[in-house]
């Protein structure tokens, strides 16, 4: 008798739940303060200055990186560099290039502040002299970003990164609005062997 009675609300719940699952997830999706409005779809370049992990050089990096929103929580992302610098603990001229691509995840803390967190495969061609040598690995990253104002956001939290040696250190960025879809920018990222310093503009699409 009990298997029936229980058997019975169960059925009964579920045919109350399947008209109204969808309803209540539209409701829930749209409530206001989901979602922040950050831009996850936007291409930027830029200059970034100081110390790299791999190769072990101080040089100058230019650099263009992108981002595109698969849904409001996901995005890929993906970039492209080219430095020249000084060899550390060395002497002569090093150059090469870093390439990126990765996936991104973002979710909501509170009103104004996201979680936002990155995978990447990274590989760096270094040339000096008459070698050569490339190397790929990962840089994985989690922080927040947070709207101080209308115009400005900052963002920082802590990255580890492993090409050919491994790197751990903390990063953090200003983000300020010029007009409707323009921002410029300041980054920071400091490690055992990583101190850089960038400015950057950003498009956002």
Do not use: C, W
């Not at 000096?128 to 101080?148: E, F, K």
């Not at 939290?157 to 953090?172: K, V």
Request: aromatic share 8%.
């Amino acid at each position: 008798m009990k298997a029936r009675k229980y058997s019975a609300v169960l059925l009964l719940s579920a045919a109350v739940a399947v008209p109204v699952s969808p309803a209540l997830a539209d409701t829930v999706a749209t409530l206001p303060g989901r979602d922040n409005a950050f831009s996850y779809t936007y291409l930027q370049g830029g200059v970034d200055i100081g110390n790299l992990r791999n190769p072990r050089a101080d040089a100058d990096t230019v650099y263009i990186e992108g981002s595109y929103a698969l849904d409001p929580n996901l995005h890929v992302r993906g970039g492209l560099g080219y430095y020249d610098g000084d060899v550390r603990r060395g002497s002569g001229n090093i150059y090469g290039h870093r390439i990126s691509a990765g996936i991104g995840f973002n979710t909501l803390l509170q009103d104004g502040l996201d979680f936002v967190a990155s995978g990447d495969v990274v590989q760096v061609r270094a040339k000096s002299g008459g070698s050569s040598a490339t190397d790929t690995g990962v840089d994985l990253r989690g922080g927040v970003r947070h709207r101080t104002t209308d115009r400005l956001q900052l963002a920082g939290g802590a990255f580890h990164e492993n090409i050919d040696r491994s790197d751990t250190g903390l990063y953090g960025e200003a983000l300020f609005n010029v007009q409707q879809n323009l921002d410029v920018g300041a980054r920071v990222q400091v490690g055992d062997d990583i101190g850089t310093f960038g400015l950057f503009g950003r498009y956002n699409f």
